[in-house]
């Protein structure tokens, strides 16, 4: 695997898990990604063929991964790889401790900084 496909699992990975999600799971399903690909591969060309104008068939053909397409081949290769990551959704008291965190500093009075505006009375 190259960098760069680290550097967004690890992108996808630290946005969840800051916010409370736990990474639970992950497994590398590329050959199982291919299988699929190859499988399909057929219906995909004829549909392409029938379905999308031909100046736009090359890229149908990259874009859905047909056989010997550059994004085939780059899951062929290893150059890309396709993960499957489970996460465990947050306790709803994450939640809660994070949003009072965030407004710990605030104060109806500090919400009305703009001249010509002040708090409402209640």
Same mark, same amino acid.
């Given at each position: 695997?190259?960098?760069?496909?680290?550097?967004?699992?690890?992108?996808?990975?630290?946005? &969840?898990t800051?916010?409370?999600f736990?990474?639970?799971?992950?497994?590398?399903?590329?050959?199982?990604?291919?299988?699929?690909?190859?499988?399909?591969?057929?219906q995909k060309?004829?549909?392409?063929r029938q379905?999308?104008?031909w100046? &736009?068939?090359?890229?149908?053909?990259? &874009?859905?991964?047909v056989k010997?397409?550059p994004?085939?081949?780059? &899951?062929?290769d290893g150059?890309?790889?396709?993960?499957?990551?489970i996460?465990?959704?947050?306790?709803?008291?994450?939640?809660?401790?994070s949003k009072?965190?965030?407004?710990?500093?605030v104060t109806?009075?500090?919400?009305?900084?703009?001249?010509?505006?002040?708090?409402?009375s209640?």
């Amino acid at each position: 695997m190259k960098s760069g496909n680290y550097r967004l699992s690890c992108i996808v990975t630290l946005g &969840f898990t800051s916010t409370g999600f736990k990474l639970t799971d992950s497994e590398d399903v590329t050959k199982k990604v291919v299988a699929a690909l190859d499988y399909d591969n057929g219906q995909k060309l004829k549909l392409i063929r029938q379905k999308v104008p031909w100046i &736009f068939q090359k890229a149908a053909q990259i &874009f859905s991964g047909v056989k010997g397409s550059p994004t085939y081949n780059s &899951f062929l290769d290893g150059t890309n790889t396709y993960w499957k990551l489970i996460y465990q959704k947050p306790p709803l008291n994450f939640l809660s401790e994070s949003k009072s965190k965030l407004l710990e500093n605030v104060t109806p009075h500090s919400i009305y900084r703009t001249p010509n505006i002040q708090p409402l009375s209640l």
